[in-house]
């Protein structure tokens, strides 16, 4: 009797542990479908519902960070970054789009810390590196202007 009921009880915690990570991931491919979509507040919540279960879902807190973009919460959006780079230091995506942030708000050594980073890890978005330093080139104040 006690090898049945170890045996059920054995089942059951198993078949609870597959259901929760099953559950996760699609929380994460939800929130992705509505992300495509353009519906966000839906996109936000199963995002955030999908880091409740795993608080180490890094693409959930970038898609998070790209939401808050596109509603302009600069706050919340570098909070969101911070929390995916703290996850995945070399995440090319994220260092990006964090130094758009640092030159908008004209933190030219942060942008230049920050790209020293991402050619250290770049492999897809390359190209984005050397637009942003040619515009902090740009715009950046030069020592010998008086």
């Known amino acids: 009797m006690k090898r049945i009921f170890k045996f059920v009880i054995f ?5 609870n542990f597959l259901n929760v990570s099953f559950s996760n991931q699609s929380f994460f491919e939800k929130g992705i479908e509505f992300f495509k979509i353009k519906k966000y507040e ?5 995002f955030e519902k999908s880091i409740v279960f ?12 790209k939401i808050y973009n596109i509603e ?4 919340k959006e570098e909070k ?5 780079l703290l996850i995945e230091p070399d995440n090319e995506e994220a260092i ?3 130094m758009k942030i640092a030159l908008e708000k004209s933190n030219y050594s942060k942008v230049r810390d920050l790209s020293k980073t991402f050619n250290k890890v770049c492999k897809k978005l390359c190209n984005e590196n050397k637009s942003i330093l040619e ?4 715009i950046e104040p030069k020592n010998n202007e008086s």
């Open 72 to 75: 302009e919460d600069q706050k």
């Open 96 to 98: 990006l789009m964090f």
């Open 11 to 15: 089942f059951y915690l198993t078949i």
């Open 80 to 84: 969101n970054l911070e929390a995916t």
């Open 42 to 46: 839906e996109a936000r919540f199963m």
């Open 135 to 138: 515009t902090l080139s740009n």
């Open 54 to 65: 795993n608080p180490k879902n890094s693409n959930s807190y970038l898609y998070l960070a």
